[in-house]
């Protein structure tokens, strides 16, 4: 989830702009940074305390490999990932053939307003350049229902360094929405812990009318 050493540079535009498969982590075999092979257990506690209850349809944004997805399918969701990724994509259906996978851009979703009832984000947010963040939250919301639920992880550091997400970060950009919890914790990938903000966000119910 942390942008990788090896990336250099700024794996947010490598990422964003990826167009030939060997700069793709998933071809490169960077993604083992911050691959997790098992269910999250910052997702898995979703559901097992209940603030995710299927039945609903769930979009996986940025969703690699496919675990999230189809953890959430397991749980009795249906669930579709989204990745700019066609390497991770294809492994990805290959591995979870119950879940849809798109190649599409977050900036620009292919999906109707209020499509989805549940939003994930495992390390996708953090890779965007600081300008594309208003038209992510814009997107994510829209794609959401109102009081639909959006469990986000944005990585704190990039290759080693400390980047501008935080609290101020969250608030400022998901502005609209209704911030449940946010915290900073270790998530695990495979191979390291990784310092994230951690965040249940809502979209509101509905919007209050203007006085
Ligand atoms: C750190 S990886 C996390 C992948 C997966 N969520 C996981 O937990 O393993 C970030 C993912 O976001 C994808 N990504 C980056 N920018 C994107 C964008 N603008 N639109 C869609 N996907 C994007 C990358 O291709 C990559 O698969």
């Known amino acids: ?89 294809a492994r990805a259906s290959a591995t979870h053939p119950e879940v849809s996978f798109v190649e599409a851009d977050v900036r620009s979703l292919p999906f109707a307003d209020g499509d989805f009832d549940v939003l994930l984000d495992r390390g996708c947010f953090h890779y965007l350049e600081p300008a594309d963040r208003s038209r992510y939250a814009t997107e994510s919301f829209r794609v959401l229902r109102p009081g639909g639920r959006f469990l986000l992880r944005a990585c704190l550091r990039a290759a080693g360094v400390r980047n501008d997400i935080g609290m101020d970060t969250l608030l400022s950009v998901f502005a609209d929405w209704d911030v449940i919890s946010a915290r900073e914790e270790d998530v695990p990938s495979d191979t390291r812990d990784l310092r994230a903000l951690v965040a249940r966000l809502q979209r509101p119910a509905s919007i209050s009318p203007a006085p």
């Open 1 to 89: 989830m942390d942008k990788h050493p090896l990336l250099g540079g700024s794996a947010a535009r490598r990422l964003v702009g990826l167009s030939r498969v060997d700069d793709d982590p998933y071809a490169t075999g960077v993604c083992t940074y911050w691959h997790l092979s098992t269910p999250p257990p910052e997702l898995t506690s979703t559901i097992s305390d209940g603030w995710l209850r299927p039945p609903g349809r769930v979009l996986d944004i940025g969703c690699g490999l496919g675990i999230e997805a189809a953890t959430l399918t397991q749980a009795g969701f249906r669930a579709v990932g989204v990745d700019l990724s066609s390497v991770a994509l």
